[in-house]
């Protein structure tokens, strides 16, 4: 698969990053740029693709900046190439240059799903959290009302705390898990890696997935898991984060609440 990943608007006269995943590295000398757009500053060469890709878990990336200098939308070009002999291409892609690009509450979304609605005892449980974001650039913490508790804040310090309920915002996650499942696994995606774009309710998002667990049950019955909570800080263009990082403390402190679903999970 090849695939362009990245925010569906910037402001005008504004930079973002975009990037072209490839879920393998390509075939040496395979790649082609079927179409080209005027309106793009960068240059896309096939070689030059190839030299500078990049990889971010099984998968490899190309990576460019995109340069907002006039309303409207731009269409990226269209990537052909060949992984392990099979030829693949990318899908139509583009982004939307707007006048204003505000922070809201519909900048990043969390959904909590399963893989089925309702499993019998015996069966596999995948129960993941997937995260839908407008934006590149974003930084999740610890929601304010569980560092107040003791909670570490930043995800460097979850990575050295080990604690599940911190790594997928849910208070008292561990202790549900532990009553009502046996753990086949548990996957908590830190480096972000994965990025797709995805449709939700109309709306286009990079969507990107936070924990996949797999649960085996121990008896019948519904199991409530409570809604996922994290603060974010959002960066709506490239420099964002610099120019913030330099700026008053109260907009270095300006965070939005995200909350997901709760779900029930029925056992017959």
């Known amino acids: 698969m090849i695939a ?24 040496p000398g395979s790649m082609v ?12 060469d096939a070689s030059t693709i190839e ?29 052909e190439a060949q992984i392990a002999g099979k ?4 899908q139509p892609a583009s ?23 309702q499993y019998f005892l015996g069966d596999t449980i995948t129960l993941s959290l997937f995260e839908y974001s407008k934006f590149m650039q974003f930084s999740r913490f610890t929601p304010a009302a569980l560092v107040k508790k003791g909670g570490p804040e930043a995800m460097i310090a979850v990575i050295d705390e080990g604690n599940v309920d911190y790594k997928v915002g849910i208070e008292g996650f561990k202790k549900t898990i532990d009553n009502h499942f ?36 121990k008896s019948k019955g519904t199991v409530t898991i409570g809604k996922s909570s994290f603060d974010y800080k959002v ?7 610099k120019e913030q990082l330099l700026g008053p403390e109260e907009i270095l402190r300006e965070r939005i609440n995200v909350q997901s679903n709760s779900l029930d999970i029925k056992i017959q």
């Open 182 to 217: 046996h753990v086949a696994s548990f996957d908590w995606n830190a480096d972000y890696q994965g990025k797709t774009m995805s449709q939700l309710d109309g709306e286009t998002y990079i969507k990107d997935l936070i924990f996949e667990i797999k649960l085996i049950p």
């Open 235 to 241: 960066y709506p263009y490239l420099n964002a984060f």
């Open 95 to 117: 982004i939307e240059v707007v006048e204003q690009l505000p922070v809201d509450s519909k900048a990043v979304r969390t959904i909590l799903i399963t893989d089925r609605e």
């Open 51 to 79: 030299k500078e890709l990049e990889t971010e878990g099984a998968n490899y990336f190309y990576e460019f900046q995109f340069d907002a200098g006039a309303l409207g939308k731009v269409d990226f070009p269209v990537v």
């Open 87 to 90: 030829k693949y291409t990318s």
């Open 4 to 27: 362009f990943v990245g925010q569906p608007q910037i402001a005008l006269h504004q930079s973002t990053a975009i990037k072209i995943y490839f879920t393998s590295k390509p075939d």
């Open 33 to 44: 740029i079927t179409s080209t757009n005027s309106e793009l500053e960068t240059e896309f």
